[in-house]
Structure formats: structure tokens, C-alpha cells
């Protein structure tokens, strides 16, 4: 089984604005970037080659040059391409979703492609036809914002007849080519009374595959409700007729995949209300409802594989939180799908999704840019930089192992009774495991500090020990074994409470004593091949510790704050820079980026600060987000 990745993509329209994942990443501008992506150890990558990006006008001619560059170094790499031709759009302006222009002018495009580029084997010709549709024609999200069960099905039917049309022009040209077909898939769970909704939802999850596989006849359960809702019987002849099952089915499963369908609206928050015109009910995540278990990975790729026993991927696989929980859910995603390829079932490959981040998933896309979420690379300081996930992804196509990090024995936040947020019918039991396994060790027993990096280690299920300085006797020959007998260190966090500290520093100066303890931990990491972060406290402790251990992760901050606790992840934002500014810092988030650095193997000095308050010109506590700086 392969490791492919892919990288966020989307060219989506609402209103007449159309907004480019790759602009905002800067991915245009650095051909680099492919260098970085093939150094994972991907076998191919989902690459787009998009419609609205290459022929915004009618008629233009198209100008290959970027893109033969890119398809080219990519060959060179030895990475094969996946191509997408529409992602989560509705073509260029000059089309419609919604009638036939789209059908004729996707396969028309789609031939000029495999003309100009004849040795590509894999296509997309739309990404996520059923979902796209739903967005499009029946939630009024994008364009053309339909909101009727009437537009949603003749966008679906449309994407999947240029799906079809697509590939036969491509054919003509490489007849070996091969459809990847992705598409979201989940399942909907429900109470009694809307068994019957979530029946018809998880008919209506299989629809596009259906249609492509020239399975939507007379007997299809939907079938009714497609000539009810304005699909001719010639609509649906035509995918009979012409069949064109895909030669991989690509599955993207997100957290977020399966729902929970629930009359009693009081329960949840007004944003989840909707319905269907004979019930109203929430709709919810199924992985935060205490009475009911998600299918998982597993179960939806089992269930893909009994229905169609086609070859199967998975197409894309990112989770927006904290790195472990990166690591963790992908990590659970690729065991899944190895389980099953050992029950005989034909699975290629397993994809790690947003290799370069991902922006405005928060708003659906709806807004330009919107919060950005780190991937395999975070490009927020405008080059990529890799994460923690760039090791367990090298580790899993190269080394082909099962990937080895002390975090991933714990359990991920949807394992855990951390997820509940609606019927908690059973007792919250402690949020950090109780598996054995190697720590965070926090020198900080008392202060702010110490107390923070506890509370959210606990919430991250990192498993740690948190010690005082005083505790700690350390000499030249001093092992962890001979400090702590019976536990195993994997990092060391030297959390001094730097705001009590400025304020004696102001007084009277750097305190050569605590330098000196610092530099004699940052030694003891040394040595013993652990990691260690520290914060620093004036430059004379950043010179005794930086001496001692260069690869030391040295955090420079301003005073913080402590106000109301909020266990939301704000994504970073970063850049290089020749000068420091000192700022008001909340405490919280510059924890939680803190070990986000460490795990991803980061050293030397950075320089966090609130994103709204580097110029000292709003207010302290305005913004919580943390902007990073590399020094």
C-alpha cells in the first residue's frame, strides 16, 4: 500500500468572487515546493490542473507554461500526478453548473489537457461531485447557491455526465488513462423518529459512485426520487448506457463525516437547526454525541469495499487541531486501511490531505482567505516549513513501518470523553490516559506556567510529570534513570514563570543563579538525546542555555495574560524578522504553539506574540492568536 498526498486545492465561487487555496498559500510561486512534497516519500500527488484557473475566458488560449514546468519537475521526482480538473467549483464564469454548458465544457477542456499532457495515467475530473452539488444546489453555500433538492440533483447529474464525457476525451488521446473518483463519505445516525432521514441520506451518500458504476435503474432506491425531482429518464439512461466505473475509488473521511439527526432541538445550539419540511432536528458531528459511536475509518472503507469491490484509496486525510492529534489521526486512519487490505480487500493508498495547510474551512470557503490550518508544511511565514507530520508521513511510504512516536500510544480527543459535547449519559472520566509510556517532563511546579502546560497536556492526552527545580539534582554525571527511576523522558519543558520573573529582573537585573540552573538543564537534555524548550527570561539566560545545547527550542515572549480559558486552537501565522518586539502574550496559546514547536523537532530561538498587538498599538488581550517569528 502506497502513501500519496495532496495538496488543498480549491477554486470555489460564491457570488462572482472566486477564491484560490493555492494564491493564498503562495504555492504558484514556489516551484520548490514539489521538491519538499517529493521528499516525504509520496508515490503520487493529487495536483491540480483547474478549469477556472487555466480558461477563465471563453475562447482564451490556454498558456501551459507553469503548469508543463510543474508536471515536469514532478516527473523528474518520480511522483506521479493525480490531476484535478474541477475542485469543489463550478467552472469559469462563462459556464454553468447547472445546465449543459458544464458538461460540454469540462470534457472539452479535459481533452485539451490529455492533449497537451498525454503521459498522465490518473485524472479527477471533479473532486467530490455529491458534495460539491450539496454545497452548490441544496445548502446555498456556493454557487450558484441553490438551495432546492431540484438544483441539487441536476448539478449532481451534470458533474458526473462530465465526469463521464471527461475521461472519454481523455481516452482518446491515452487510452490507458484511469479515473480516480473521490468523494466524502460518512453516514448518518439518527433517533427512531428520523430513522427514516438517515436511511435516505445514506442512500443518497452513494448516488455519484452509483451513477458512474451504471447502478441507478428502476430498483435503485433513489430512483423515485430523482424522476420526482426533475431528472428524466433519459438522464439516467445515459450513465446506463455509458458506464464508467472508476478504476479507483478515492474516499475522504473526516471526523466530520458522520452525523447525528435529532428531533429534540433543545439539546443543541440554534446554528444546528435545520430540516427536511416534515421534521425539524439538529444536525450534529456523530463523534460529539455521548449515546452513539462513529463507524470510524474502517467500517466506511469496509462498507465502500463490499458495495462496489473496486480498488480503493483514501484520498485525503487531515484533522484542523493540535499536532499530536494530526499525527494520531492519521496514523488511525492508515492502520485502518491496512487492516482491511489484510482482509483481502484491494486498498492502494492512503493520502495525507493539505500537505501545505488549508485556508477558510472555519467559514466553508465562503470568506476570502479565512483562518489558516497548518498541514504537513505550515506556510503561514510564507515558505514551507515542516511539521511533525512531515516525519510520520516519511516513515510511513519510505520505511513502509508502522509510524513510532511516543504521543501516538495515547488516544485521540474523539476516542476519548473529552469529544462529548451533547448527551452525556455517562461520566466524564479523566481526559489524559492511563497507558504507560514516555512523558513531557515541566520544571514549573508552581506558577503560571507550570499550571498551563499541565491543564493542556491533560487536554492533549500528553502524558507528563510536572517537577520544581528544587527537585531536580542535577550533576555532571546525572542520568534520568537516577532522577526518576520508574519513568521515561521523551522532553524536557523548562517552564519559568517569566512574568514573575521580569518583574524582579526589572528591579535588579539578570539573576546569574537561574541562568546558570537553566544552562545546567538544557546540559542534561543534552546529553541524554531528549528534547528541551525553555522561555527566555533575558539574554543572559539565552546565552547560558544556548551554549550548553544550540538545538534547545528558546521561546522569547512578552508578559501574558490570563483571561477565560478557551480550548480553541487559532492557527499560526509566522515570519522571519531582523526585530523583536515585546508584547502582551496569552498564555494559553503561547503553550499550545510551544508544543506544537517541539513536536515538530523545531530549535533555536522563536519569537511569539499576540498577531494583533506586534505593532504595541492595540490593547492587551484584543487577540489571542499567536503570530511566530524565527529568529
Known sequence: MEIWGGIECTINRVGDRYMDQLEYSGHYDRLSDLDLLAGLGIKKLRYPVLWEKHQPENGQEI????????????????????????????????????????????????????????????????????????????????????????????????????????????RKINPGAMLVQTEDMGRTHSTPALRYQADFENHRRWLSLDLLCGKV????????????????????????????????????????????????????????????????????????????????????????????????????????????????????????ARRLGKEQADVRAVTAWALLGSFGWNCLLREECGDYEAGVFDVSSGSPRPTAMSSLILSASVMDVKPRHPLLKQKGWWERDIRILYHKTIPLRSAISKSVGPVLLIVAKSGVMGGTFARLCELRNIPYKL?????????????????????????????????????????????????????????????????????????????????????????????????????????????????????????????NNTLDLLLDNERGIWHLVNAKQHDLSSPAGADTNIRVYHL
Not at 467552472?91 to 492533449?115: C, H, M, Q, R, W
Not at 544550540?550 to 501565522?573: A, E, V, W, Y
Open 467 to 591: 517537577v520544581s527545580r528544587e527537585e531536580l539534582h542535577l550533576t555532571g554525571g546525572s542520568s534520568p534513570k537516577d532522577l526518576f527511576p520508574e519513568t521515561k523522558i521523551w522532553a524536557i519543558v523548562d517552564a519559568i514563570d517569566s512574568q514573575t520573573y521580569s518583574r524582579r529582573y526589572t528591579s535588579s537585573g539578570p539573576d546569574l543563579n537561574i541562568a546558570r540552573k537553566s544552562g545546567a538543564l538544557a546540559a542534561f537534555a543534552k546529553r541524554h538525546n531528549m528534547k528541551m524548550a525553555t522561555f527566555s527570561a533575558d539574554l543572559l539566560t539565552e546565552h547560558y542555555v544556548m551554549l550548553q545545547n544550540p538545538d534547545t527550542l528558546m521561546i522569547r515572549t512578552g508578559l501574558f495574560s490570563t483571561s477565560d480559558f478557551n480550548h480553541s486552537q487559532k492557527p499560526l501565522s509566522s515570519k522571519r524578522i531582523q526585530r523583536v518586539s515585546f508584547t502582551s502574550t496569552d498564555v494559553r496559546e503561547l503553550v
Open 217 to 336: 435503474g428502476l430498483n435503485h432506491p433513489l430512483y423515485k426520487y430523482l424522476v420526482q425531482n426533475g431528472i428524466s429518464e433519459a438522464d439516467l439512461e445515459f450513465f446506463l448506457e455509458n458506464p464508467c466505473p472508476p478504476d479507483i475509488i478515492g474516499i475522504n473521511h473526516y471526523l466530520t463525516s458522520e452525523r447525528y439527526i435529532d428531533e429534540r432541538l433543545g439539546i443543541y445550539p440554534p446554528h444546528t437547526h435545520g430540516g427536511n419540511g416534515k421534521h425539524q432536528y439538529a444536525d450534529v458531528e456523530v463523534v460529539r454525541v455521548g449515546c452513539r459511536k462513529a463507524y470510524g475509518p474502517y467500517r466506511i472503507l469496509k462498507e465502500v469495499w463490499n458495495r462496489y469491490k473496486l480498488p480503493i484509496a483514501v484520498t485525503e486525510v487531515h484533522l484542523h487541531c493540535t499536532r499530536e492529534e494530526q499525527m494520531r489521526w492519521f496514523n488511525r486512519v492508515l492502520q485502518d
Open 63 to 170: 498558456d501551459w507554461t507553469s503548469t508543463s514546468q510543474r508536471l515536469s519537475r514532478l516527473l523528474e521526482l518520480h511522483v506521479e500526478p493525480i490531476v484535478g480538473l474541477v475542485h469543489h467549483g463550478s467552472g469559469p464564469a462563462y459556464v454553468s453548473i447547472a445546465d449543459e454548458s458544464f458538461v460540454n465544457g469540462l470534457a472539452d477542456y479535459a481533452g485539451k489537457v490529455a492533449t497537451e499532457f498525454p503521459w498522465i495515467n490518473y485524472y479527477t475530473p471533479v473532486n467530490e461531485p455529491l458534495t460539491t452539488a450539496r454545497f452548490c444546489g441544496l445548502y446555498g453555500i456556493w454557487h450558484p447557491h441553490g438551495s432546492s433538492s431540484e438544483t441539487f440533483l441536476r448539478i449532481l447529474i451534470n458533474e458526473c455526465k462530465a465526469t463521464v464525457l471527461a475521461m472519454q476525451s481523455i
